[in-house]
């Protein structure tokens, strides 16, 4: 008899409004079912991680350009120097692109085309300083148009990569 009053007592939770009924889209639904690129699954690090080094590579390019307009060669130099291939920007591609095929291959062929900003600085070609860099520019916006990031969590992105490192 207690129980009962007690459980008459209990107030009817109020109907908690739904942000969205399941048959809607939720915005960030909305926004990929809009976007046909190719979805890259990464953990909000390293999402954040990725989104760092664009910034970072924007500004090697405002770094370039700069330095060209004065003919700083050294200046070119140190600025391309962010963006070109080495064995860590490697290993960091790999990792990004881990669940996305084509991702990777794109990223070290646009780290390669980078290297030739450095080579045609050493030699003093402004011309072919700004050919290197539409070039590099090149692989920049192909990258763009055909893949975006995929915020997933540890456990959906082992699963999509094939990984079990957590990161
Ligand atoms: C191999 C692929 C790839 C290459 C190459 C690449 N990016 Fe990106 N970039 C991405 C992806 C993926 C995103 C996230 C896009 C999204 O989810 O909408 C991004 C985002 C960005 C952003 C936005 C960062 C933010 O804070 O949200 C900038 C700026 C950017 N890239 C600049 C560059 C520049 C400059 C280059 C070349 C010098 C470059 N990227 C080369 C894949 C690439």
Redesign the pocket.
């Known amino acids: 008899m207690l129980f009962l009053l007690l459980a008459c007592a209990t107030p009817t939770p109020p109907e908690i409004p739904q942000a969205s009924a399941p048959s809607e889209a939720t915005p960030v639904e909305a926004l990929n079912a809009m976007?046909p690129?190719t979805p890259?699954p990464l953990q909000p690090m390293m999402?954040w991680h990725?989104?760092?080094?664009?910034?970072a590579?924007?500004v090697?390019?405002e770094g370039i350009t700069a330095a060209l307009a004065e003919e700083d060669w050294e200046g070119v130099q140190a600025s391309a120097s962010a963006?070109q291939s080495s064995p860590q920007m490697a290993m960091q591609?790999e990792h990004?692109?881990a669940g996305a095929e084509g991702?990777?291959?794109?990223?070290?062929?646009?780290?390669q085309r980078?290297d030739g900003i450095a080579i045609a600085a050493a030699e003093q070609d402004q011309k072919r300083v700004l050919q290197a860099t539409a070039h590099?520019?090149k692989?920049?916006?192909?990258?763009?148009a055909?893949?975006?990031?995929?915020l997933v969590d540890a456990q959906t992105w082992s699963l999509r990569t094939g990984s079990s490192t957590a990161h």
Do not use: E, P, W
């Open positions: 976007d690129r890259v999402a990725q989104k760092q080094n664009m910034q590579h924007l090697a390019i963006i591609c990004m692109g991702f990777t291959a794109l990223a070290l062929d646009f780290h980078a590099t520019l692989a920049c916006t192909s990258c763009h055909q893949y975006r990031q995929d």
